[in-house]
């Protein structure tokens, strides 16, 4: 019987370590080799063609998203199935857009680990119990399927890194000195990503920075004062963002 090569792509070696030892236990299945980034994912896929890759989220470099679209383009043959920890409906849809095979949640049940790499290799597709049920429920309510919200993994490195800072409340200009770059050539992300995005204004970018967890407001601001002046008054960092809110909502006339 020709086994099932498996590729696995995690940055922590103690957890690959664990899953090469569930799947070698497996009659079916064989490790091709472990990477411990997306871009040695790439690498290894050309040298040791396993027939299904374990893809994890979120490691550092090279975006997963970019590696499996590397890998599908070069060799269709091989199914990526994303193993991750973040149950993001943003990045469920990224994977489906991009032609992954599924995506696996952590916590989820070794048998389903198991089926979704037969699944995957079969050709077919499998989606965490969990999130296919909220996938259900959302058709069901909006009686069809989910209109696409903008995505941070649509974004570039150095687009995600601009916006965090312009969120942040740090100028183009002090942006630009930051990297070493042109005030033109961060006008040009910036232009970039905010269509990307859909946003049209400082006060979206700042609201789509907190909601996608971009950046964090400190924990005081959820505090008992009651008018965004005091809590820039007193939570410096929160100021940039904050101003940026409350001006365009008083542009507004709200």
């Known amino acids: 019987m020709q086994k099932i090569r498996v590729l696995l792509t995690d940055d922590h070696a103690l957890f690959r370590q664990g899953l090469r030892t569930l799947l070698t236990m497996e009659p079916d299945m064989e490790i091709s080799g472990e990477a411990a980034s997306a871009s040695e994912a ?6 040791t063609r396993p027939d299904v890759i374990l893809m994890d989220i979120g490691m550092k470099g090279m975006s997963s998203f970019e590696a499996t679209r590397v890998i599908r383009k070069h060799r269709p043959e091989t199914r990526v199935l994303f193993l991750s920890m973040y149950d993001d409906d943003d990045y469920v849809a990224e994977c489906v857009e991009i032609g992954a095979s599924g995506y696996v949640l952590k916590e989820s049940a070794v048998d389903q680990l198991l089926a979704a790499i037969r699944e995957a290799h079969a050709g077919g597709t499998f989606l965490s119990p969990r999130l296919l049920t909220r996938l259900v429920q959302d058709f069901r309510t909006m009686g069809h399927m989910p209109l696409r919200q903008p995505r941070v993994a649509c974004l570039t490195k150095r687009e995600h890194e601009i916006l965090k800072l312009l ?25 970039n990503l905010m269509r990307k995005l859909g946003i049209h204004n400082k006060a979206q970018l700042v609201q789509f920075a907190i909601q996608k967890k971009v950046i964090r407001l400190p924990e005081q601001v959820a505090g008992p004062w ?27 006339g709200r």
């Open 42 to 47: 790439v690498d290894l896929a050309a040298q």
């Open 167 to 191: 969120a942040e409340g740090r100028s183009v200009k002090d942006i630009a000195s930051s990297f070493d770059l042109s005030v033109k050539t961060v006008e040009a992300h910036k232009f």
């Open 226 to 252: 009651s008018r965004a002046s005091d809590i820039r008054d007193r939570l410096p960092l929160a100021a940039g963002p904050l101003a940026a809110i409350s001006h365009q909502r008083a542009a507004d």
